[in-house]
């Protein structure tokens, strides 16, 4: 009964709390993109994945991936996205910006370099 307890603690702490739901940090945050001279700046952490895996962004505006390493060296450390021909690997810790034209409402899809972490960004009207 104690060992029960104990875990349930560790994985509520480890979860964020009570009120966290699975796969929160997946969601598009408002926070991770900011608009600077004329360009919207998408934050994305990447390691052992992206996150957040889905942002979303003005169709029409100039966009600018910005990725954030951390002691990252796992395949998130390779950003591919095909349909602009665009592969460039990430420093172990920096950051990196790629930077994207500017889009009518679609959803750009990109990955790791093996394919196993994906992400999008999708641009709204």
Do not use: H, W
Request: charged share 15%.
């Amino acid at each position: 009964m104690i060992a029960a307890i104990l875990i349930e603690g560790v994985f509520i702490f480890t979860r964020g709390g009570p009120n966290q739901k699975a796969g929160d940090e997946n969601v598009a945050s408002e926070n991770n993109v900011t608009i600077e001279n004329g360009f919207q700046i998408v934050e994305i952490k990447a390691k052992g994945g992206y996150i957040p895996r889905t942002s979303v962004v003005k169709a029409g505006i100039p966009t600018i991936l910005r990725f954030n390493t951390n002691g990252t060296f796992d395949c998130s450390s390779s950003v591919r996205i095909p349909s602009l021909n665009i592969s460039k690997s990430l420093p172990a810790s920096g950051q990196t910006d790629i930077e994207l034209p500017s889009s009518s409402a679609s959803t750009l899809k990109g990955s790791c370099g093996m394919g196993m972490y994906p992400f999008e960004i999708v641009f709204q009207n």
